[in-house]
């Protein structure tokens, strides 16, 4: 029988949030590490964009959003109400998307917007940074007292945020966001995204979630 492929790079983000929905829903796929200065062509070919995560499912759609993959996932089985988050999961997933995703680029490749140091880019994700700080002071995840959608799709970027500089993320008045953020990084869900695979551009692929071989 055909299997789902994914198209996926460890250490992208967007691709980390689709991987824990794929995984809390049980989804079994092909999954085929990347490089992302050597794509395969196969992917090309189903998404020009080039980006990943990239899905092709057995019946031959394509969806190369993360987001979409996290919904598509979920949509099949959502067990833990994931997409029940008071209708406010959107806005949060917005902000970090369209907002504070391009602030924490910035920040992260400062050497490469000069325009500004280190720190005066890290500045401006502070706003957001507070305000997710200060929900999670209110509850313990971003839409209430449980997990939803919102949770993981911003997870992966803050991760990322808090690694820029480690010992300044640590070190900041940010305690609600800190145990969050730990809670999440010691999960069982994220340690089983977060296998090591080889390359399938060198010849390997797997069935997942279980084939580590
Ligand atoms: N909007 C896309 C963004 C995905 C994305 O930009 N992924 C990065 C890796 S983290 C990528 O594939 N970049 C293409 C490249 O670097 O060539 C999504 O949500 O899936």
């Given at each position: 029988m055909t299997q789902h492929i994914l198209y996926t790079f460890r250490r992208c983000p967007f691709a980390m949030r689709a991987r824990m929905a794929l995984a809390k829903a049980g989804i079994t796929l092909e999954l085929r590490e990347i490089l992302l200065k050597d794509k395969p062509q196969d992917m090309l070919d189903h998404s020009?964009?080039?980006?990943?995560?990239?899905l092709i499912t057995a019946s031959g759609e394509v969806i190369d959003e993360s987001l979409d993959l996290m919904y598509w996932a979920l949509e099949q089985n959502d067990a833990d109400n994931w997409?029940?988050?008071?209708?406010i999961g959107s806005q949060w997933i917005d902000a970090c998307d369209n907002h504070f995703k391009t602030l924490l680029d910035k920040y992260k490749y400062a050497d490469r917007h000069p325009e500004l140091s280190e720190s005066e880019h890290r500045k401006k994700t502070l706003p957001f940074i507070n305000t997710l700080n200060e929900q999670l002071n209110k509850s313990t995840y971003l839409t209430g007292s449980k997990l939803s959608i919102a949770d993981i799709a911003i997870f992966p970027f803050i991760r990322q945020y808090a690694m820029v500089d480690k010992q300044w993320f640590d070190t900041q008045p940010y305690p609600a966001l800190q145990r969050w953020l730990a809670e999440l990084l010691d999960s069982k869900l994220f340690s089983s995204i977060m296998k090591k695979y080889k390359l399938f551009n060198d010849g390997r692929s797997y069935t997942w979630p279980e084939d580590l071989n």
């Amino acid at each position: 029988m055909t299997q789902h492929i994914l198209y996926t790079f460890r250490r992208c983000p967007f691709a980390m949030r689709a991987r824990m929905a794929l995984a809390k829903a049980g989804i079994t796929l092909e999954l085929r590490e990347i490089l992302l200065k050597d794509k395969p062509q196969d992917m090309l070919d189903h998404s020009p964009k080039g980006t990943v995560p990239t899905l092709i499912t057995a019946s031959g759609e394509v969806i190369d959003e993360s987001l979409d993959l996290m919904y598509w996932a979920l949509e099949q089985n959502d067990a833990d109400n994931w997409l029940t988050d008071n209708g406010i999961g959107s806005q949060w997933i917005d902000a970090c998307d369209n907002h504070f995703k391009t602030l924490l680029d910035k920040y992260k490749y400062a050497d490469r917007h000069p325009e500004l140091s280190e720190s005066e880019h890290r500045k401006k994700t502070l706003p957001f940074i507070n305000t997710l700080n200060e929900q999670l002071n209110k509850s313990t995840y971003l839409t209430g007292s449980k997990l939803s959608i919102a949770d993981i799709a911003i997870f992966p970027f803050i991760r990322q945020y808090a690694m820029v500089d480690k010992q300044w993320f640590d070190t900041q008045p940010y305690p609600a966001l800190q145990r969050w953020l730990a809670e999440l990084l010691d999960s069982k869900l994220f340690s089983s995204i977060m296998k090591k695979y080889k390359l399938f551009n060198d010849g390997r692929s797997y069935t997942w979630p279980e084939d580590l071989n």
